[in-house]
């Protein structure tokens, strides 16, 4: 029973590297959503790989007629969790599409003048459209990172536009064509 336990938790802890190392990868080359099923198998790849690594073995511990009760009650409640995080760890609930990051960087281009340039920082949730922006330009910056909507995208996980510095750029495309 021991190493029936011990095997469980080594799957889970593989189940739930892969499924890190997947969503990783998604983010990285995300599907397209003009194949919706090809769209949902590879971005929720680590909740179908949970439940074939764990639901048939669910299936046997209970079914199972050389365990006792106790041992089927302690054996399969270790599998159903372990099916369960492995689960909830392996499902991606906001996919990326090869579209919406199409649309990402089209939105910045329009705003920057046709340039695919953006500014980051190591613990911040939003690329930026300029490098003095107030959300950036903080005591605690230590560092601001350039490069394009990809780039923010591959080396810190950032996917989302500062509103400041879209209302700044909308702003000033105004203003350049009221003066015009």
């Known amino acids: 029973m021991t190493w029936l336990i011990v095997l469980i938790v080594a799957d889970l802890i593989f189940a739930v590297v892969g499924s890190i190392l997947w969503k990783k990868s998604n983010r990285l080359e995300p599907a397209s959503e003009k194949d919706k099923f090809k769209f949902f198998v590879q971005n929720q790849l680590g909740l179908i790989i949970a439940i074939i690594a764990f639901l048939p073995l669910v299936i046997l511990i209970f079914t199972n007629k050389n365990m006792s009760g106790k041992q089927k009650g302690i054996l399969g409640s270790i599998a159903v969790a372990a099916l369960v995080i492995a689960g909830v760890t392996g499902t991606d609930f906001n996919p990326p599409s090869q579209e919406e990051y199409a649309e990402q960087t089209e939105e910045v281009k329009s705003l920057n003048n046709g340039n695919n340039h953006v500014y980051w920082t190591k613990s911040g949730k939003s690329y930026h459209l300029y490098q003095d922006c107030s959300y950036i330009n903080t005591s605690r910056t230590d560092e601001i990172f350039e490069g394009t ?22 702003k000033e495309k105004e203003a350049a064509a009221t003066t015009e």
């Open 149 to 170: 909507v990809a780039d923010a995208r591959k080396l810190k996980n950032i996917t989302d536009l500062c509103d400041r510095c879209a209302n700044r750029a909308k």
